[in-house]
């Protein structure tokens, strides 16, 4: 009997972890010539997830939960899970069931038919802020433009991966794993599959500004290094530029032609544009050195507090 893994991150999803476990449970049950198991990855919640999780774990030895000591984020929640899970198949999914788990049945068929990893890209994004909407929009394009492999645009981390695949994904050792871009670098039988993204079932989104940036910088930063290309490129293009000024500045004297030039302003403009060039390259680049710096430190992505239904 071939085993199919669903890893569900969570973080302060109290309103909707119960609901989403029976959910996807009453779909495994149905496919009943599978096994199935569930990792719930508690991601340092402080309200009362854990309890909730614990309990279920209780009910329903199927289900294997993890606890991290605090918050990592969404993407070491998910490593962890795919780095636990046991079975032939892995589904990630979240919690907030904006992704129905009734497509579940329809995604292990095309995984039957030989492809490795199926991904789910949205055909319409339903409840979602105009914010959210443009800032997705802009991050899959700039990946797109900046990154060497193509990345397929509105999917989330919504997907089936086969074990082959999950184990190459596992032997990374890389940090900040952007998941998404990884699955699809790896290359085996990708398939998209169109659905739509439902509103969330209750609660309120746990990616804020801050962890959306943090996901689109890890999303650029590990799949291109063309920001600093383009770091280059504006040091090429300040240089061009004040040999355009000195020349000017050399013709002016010579000539007499500029009389009333007190200087102030050249020099201003030069002296701010310089320096915001600078400024902004160190940052790009210090970007790349803090990702480095973080590889070799070789901290563990997560810790985990607590395990039930792990022998
Ligand atoms: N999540 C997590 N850790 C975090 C933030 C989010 O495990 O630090 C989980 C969250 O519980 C949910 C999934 O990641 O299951 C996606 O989060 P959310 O639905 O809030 O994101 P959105 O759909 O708004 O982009
Ligand atoms: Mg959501």
Request: glycine share 6%; net charge positive; no cysteine.
């Amino acid at each position: 009997m071939k085993k199919i893994s669903i890893i569900i991150p969570m973080y302060n999803e109290e309103e909707v972890a119960k609901t989403s476990y029976l959910r996807i449970k009453k779909v495994m049950e149905a496919l009943n010539q599978y096994d199935y198991e569930m990792l719930l990855i508690d991601d340092g919640s402080s309200d009362h997830t854990m309890d909730l999780l614990t309990q279920i774990a209780k009910e329903n030895p199927k289900v294997k939960v993890l606890s991290f000591a605090r918050n990592f984020g969404h993407q070491s929640a998910v490593t962890a899970g795919i780095q636990y899970a046991t079975g032939d198949a892995v589904i990630i999914i979240d919690a907030d069931l904006q992704d129905p788990p009734e497509l579940l049945p329809e995604m292990i068929a095309l995984w039957e038919q030989g492809n490795e990893v199926i991904y789910g890209q949205r055909k319409a994004r339903k409840g979602e802020s105009a914010f959210k909407l443009l800032t997705a929009k802009m991050f899959y394009r700039t990946l797109n433009a900046l990154s060497d492999v193509e990345i397929p645009k509105d999917t989330g981390d919504f997907r089936l991966v086969d074990r082959k695949v999950i184990d190459v994904v596992n032997a990374m050792p890389e940090h900040n794993k952007f998941l998404r871009g990884l699955f699809s670098w790896v290359g085996f039988r990708q398939k998209a599959y169109l659905y739509e993204r439902q509103e969330r079932y209750a609660g309120k989104t746990k990616y804020p500004f801050k962890k959306m940036w943090k996901l689109a910088s890890d999303g650029i930063i590990s799949f291109s290094t063309k920001p600093l290309k383009i770091v280059g490129g504006l040091g090429i293009l300040t240089i061009i530029l004040s040999i355009g000024i000195l020349v000017y500045s050399l013709i002016s004297y010579l000539f007499n032609l500029n009389q009333l030039t007190p200087g102030w302003t050249s020099i201003m403009v030069a002296i701010t544009l310089f320096s915001g060039v600078q400024l902004l390259s160190i940052w790009i680049i210090s970007e790349y050195i803090a990702r480095i710096y973080d590889e070799t430190r070789n901290r563990p992505e997560y810790i985990i507090a607590k395990k039930i239904n792990f022998e």
